[in-house]
């Protein structure tokens, strides 16, 4: 049991940085694949994995790989698992899918084949007909590519974005775990300043106090996992016991925020305060052509707006033109952003140091990286 196969399940392009963050958290046994990250742990690493990872979608247990090319395939593949091992004979227990260029293409009856194999898997412990199904929520899942099936078990629930601090959403919401790759792929330390001049419901700078204070992000909820006999209360106590002794918030913070709308700063504002770093995060309504930073080698951190995404290109491209003029007085300052615009680099004036493509949700943005100086280092003693 503490030799399980676990899933970091990571946004295309997020890999390396959902492997580096298992790294950090001591998992060098690992391999990396197109959207997921596979690690080895027990239980306790549910635990650890579900309330640390910033970057991740979900935690799964991989709990069969084989290959499907027919239903009776699928069915005997689900059935060889050893579902009452971890399913208690009230658990809940659906079946979610996919298919991909695979022969079993219909997910609907993959679903259903697989559900059926679970049952009459419990059948022969539980010795009953009928699963009542109101315990705890086993999620499973069954993904079909190239006639390979996987068998996977969710740990998470619903997705780790949802740290919940975040009740209201602006019209264009950036996801919890994006902002935090945009905040870990840049070079900010906490004793740097940062600042986003489109801070919409204030993602990214929530998510770099996070990280500038070593705050665990699943702190603030719960998971599906938390109520499996297999990954007991004593674990979750330890693991959010670790989360809390790790916690640094002595560290003085210089982060800002700042939006020409102010019905995205009060949904700002309020998840700001339900974060806890409402001393800590300076708010303010500002056009991007007004903003003085404070500070030196800083970091802007942003997710300016684009014409699909809010629906006026033109005005848009205004307010990047406005970020390129308000560069020019932070010369010192690095600079990074995420867009869908293919004419960001031309419309801003400068060509980027670096690029990435990420996607946030379904669509493919570039991450642009504007490199900056770094901060003198100080002198020893």
């Known amino acids: 049991m503490d030799n399980l196969q676990l899933i970091a399940t990571a946004p295309m392009g997020l890999e390396a940085v959902v492997a580096r963050e298992l790294m950090d958290l001591g998992y060098t046994d690992q391999k990396v694949e197109n959207g997921r990250v596979i690690f080895r742990g027990g239980p306790a690493d549910i635990c650890r994995a579900n309330l640390w990872l910033r970057t991740s979608d979900r935690v799964l247990i991989k709990m ?139 993602t990214i700078p929530i998510e770099a106090a996070m990280i500038g204070w070593n705050i665990a992000p699943g702190l603030r909820r719960s998971f599906n996992s938390e109520g499996w006999p297999l990954v007991p209360d004593e674990l979750w106590e330890q693991a959010r016991e670790e989360a809390f002794d790790a916690v640094k918030d002595d560290i003085p913070l210089q982060i800002a925020g700042s939006d020409i709308d102010p019905a995205a700063l009060d949904v700002a504002a309020a998840a700001v305060k339900k974060a806890g770093f409402a001393k800590e995060i300076k708010l303010t309504q500002m056009a991007v052509s007004r903003i003085k930073p404070e500070g030196d080698y800083g970091c802007i951190v942003t997710n300016p707006p684009y014409g699909t995404r809010l629906g006026d290109e033109t005005d848009a491209e205004k307010a990047v033109r406005q970020l390129g003029l308000s560069m020019l007085y932070l010369p010192n300052w690095s600079m990074f952003a995420l867009t869908q615009s293919r004419t960001f680099e031309e419309t801003i004036g400068r060509k980027a140091d670096k690029r990435r493509k990420l996607f946030n949700g379904r669509l493919e943005c570039t991450y642009y990286q504007f490199f900056g100086p770094l901060p003198p280092r100080s002198k020893p003693q």
């Open 64 to 202: 069969a790989e084989y290959p499907a090319t027919t239903f009776e395939e699928l069915f005997e593949g689900a059935k060889a698992i050893d579902w009452p091992e971890w399913i208690p004979e009230d658990g809940e227990f659906p079946v979610e899918g996919r298919s991909h260029k695979s022969q079993l293409s219909s997910v609907p009856a993959c679903q259903s084949i697989v559900k059926k194999a679970v049952v009459e898997k419990m059948k022969t412990v539980y010795g009953t007909e009928w699963f009542q199904e109101d315990g705890a929520r086993f999620v499973i899942e069954v993904w079909l590519l190239n006639d390979i099936a996987m068998i996977t078990l969710d740990t998470t629930g619903p997705g780790l974005h949802k740290r919940g601090y975040r009740k209201l959403v602006t019209e264009a919401p950036l996801k919890e775990t994006m902002a935090a790759a945009m905040v870990l792929l840049s070079r900010w330390q906490p004793e740097r300043p940062l600042y986003d001049p489109f801070c919409g419901s204030g």
